[in-house]
């Protein structure tokens, strides 16, 4: 059974920094691309970025040039870097694969950008 669990949440000011992981389990990591999504209070779940299984990025056109995904082939993780955040950033953020045709998402971890 693929698991996800994401970590890394918590209260940063604005223009602060922040690195989210993602840990998977129960697939070949290194086979699959990733995705990291975001949910904002009272609004629906939005595409942050992506890394793909060689490596390429994709990102939503505002976190482009503020936030960067990674991944470590060896641990099993996936990256979420946040810099220079804003109040707007503020949300749940999720990891997502999809295996055999069906998505797996984590928990997600919480971010709230605040002073």
């Known amino acids: 059974q693929v698991h996800l669990v994401e970590s890394g949440g918590t209260l940063v000011q604005p223009g602060g920094s922040l690195r989210l992981s993602c840990v998977a389990s129960g697939l070949n990591f290194r086979l699959f691309p990733f995705e990291w999504y975001r949910q904002a209070p009272e609004k629906e779940r939005e595409y942050v970025g992506s890394?793909?299984?060689?490596?390429?990025?994709n990102y939503t056109d505002s976190v482009k040039g503020r936030f960067t995904i990674s991944r470590d082939n060896v641990w099993n993780r996936v990256y979420l870097q946040m810099n220079n955040l804003k109040a707007e950033d503020t949300a749940r953020y999720y990891c997502?694969?999809?295996?055999?045709?069906?998505?797996?998402w984590g928990k997600g971890t919480q971010v709230i950008v605040s002073s």
């Open positions: 890394i793909a299984a060689v490596g390429t990025t």
């Open positions: 997502k694969v999809t295996y055999r045709s069906r998505d797996f």
